[in-house]
């Protein structure tokens, strides 16, 4: 039997952090568990400033391995979080995973220094290559890993899990965290803290959109109806969770089975609260449809429409249906749903008339409110490789590495200056509507937290600190 150290990196900025469960490394703790391993999470998220838990961790429980999942976000807190693992226990075997080691292996052992990677889905992989290296066996034949192998960087490519597979899986291992202190942090849905679980329900998408890394896959795989209900029974009857956070990429794009879960949770768990903060497709939305999520304790439900523009819906290969998101969006608000609109300002080619139609566009709709980003574009991304074009044709060069959300390239069509004016006109315009604000206070599902939300809005409002690319 071997102890292995779980790690998440978290990216924080400006003290604000939006933090949720790790699912992922709950499920290949359960995995570990079931191989006969014990195994431990460490969350940096709870520990960004000075990484002093995860110091004790590491010299006092001395794991036999360490794996650390990292997505393109957390790039720079990795390095932070090798650098202490090596300087503390440099002899141990390092596995990276996640969708940023997936894609980018080479670097994850040349660069970062891990000594394996696990290349896609973990649960059935990461076991197998523990017990190998535990046994001092031949990890060559082990599919979907990476290693150096004579000073080069051997890869065999994986496989995505069956939905055969996902639901013969067991559930996530939920004793693995403190519940209490992710009851005390912001998580993604936004609507203040309280204690609550991540659920994922379904993996992959099989929309092609340039800006997502598609981090579980583009082929959508579903769990079953009952394998779902079951693990929302467990959590609420056996852990007292009433608040569930869906994180699926795309909890709608099977419609029977949404209403199957939905109907499920209505009539055999009961009083429970959701959210779906990840953005559902909004235009496979039909009026029934949110009242049935209504009926089954939905309180808030994100929308990711990012542009009003048709042309750049087709550029960005997202193809919304603009006038079904709309109606959608009413739909929601009339059925009580606290709705939340995702929208992005900045795309390649994006003119500042383009920006401002999306704005208003948001100002015009009945959301309580709204989220406006800068255009991003993550390494990895297709969105990546046209920003390295674009850039090029500037004669810059930018390391995609350090990119986040706080600090990104302008690859729209616009001059800097417009690109922050017409964010900044945004979050003015949705927000300074007396309506609104009132609509705002009567829904939101936890009002004493609204002051902070607002102080977090107005700090985005305020002029850009550093300078694009």
Partial sequence: MSKILLIKPRFIELGFSLITQPVGLMY??????????EAKIHDCGLDYKDFNILRSTLTGWKPDFIGISVIVTELENTKKVMKVVRELLPDVPVIFGGPWPSANPQEAIKK?????????????????????????????????????VDGEVKINQGRQLTEEELNSLPFPDWELLDHKLYAKMDSFASVGRRPYMAVITSRGCPYKCAYCHRTMGKVF?????????????????????????IIDDCFNLDRKRMHAILDGIKNRIGDVKLHFPNG???????????????QAGTVSICFAIETSSRRLQKMIHKNLNIDKAVCAINASVKAGIYSIG??????????????????????????????FVYVTPFAGTVLAEMAVDILKNKNYIIDLQKINFYNT?????????????????GYWRFYLNPKRLLRLAIRYPRVLYLPQYALITLIKTLPKSGKFV
């Fill in 221 to 245: 795989r579903k769990r079953s109806v009952e394998s779902v209900l079951a693990e929302l029974e467990a959590l609420r009857f056996q852990h007292g969770f009433r608040e569930f956070e």
């Fill in 28 to 37: 290949i703790g359960a995995a570990l568990k079931g191989a006969g391993h």
């Fill in 280 to 294: 559902v497709r909004a235009d496979m939305l039909e009026p029934e449809d949110l009242n049935l999520f209504k």
């Fill in 409 to 425: 390239p302008n690859i729209s069509a616009m001059t800097d200056g417009q690109l922050q004016k017409v964010f900044r006109r």
């Fill in 342 to 371: 995702f929208f992005m300002i900045g795309f390649p080619t994006e003119t500042y008339e383009e920006a401002f139609d999306t704005v208003e566009f948001a100002a015009r709709s009945d959301l309580h409110r709204a989220v």
């Fill in 112 to 148: 970062f220094g891990a000594d394996f990677v696990v290349i896609g889905e973990g649960e059935l992989v990461f076991p197998e290559l523990i017990n190998a290296v535990e046994k001092d066996l031949s990890t060559d034949s082990i599919t979907g890993i990476a290693s150096l």
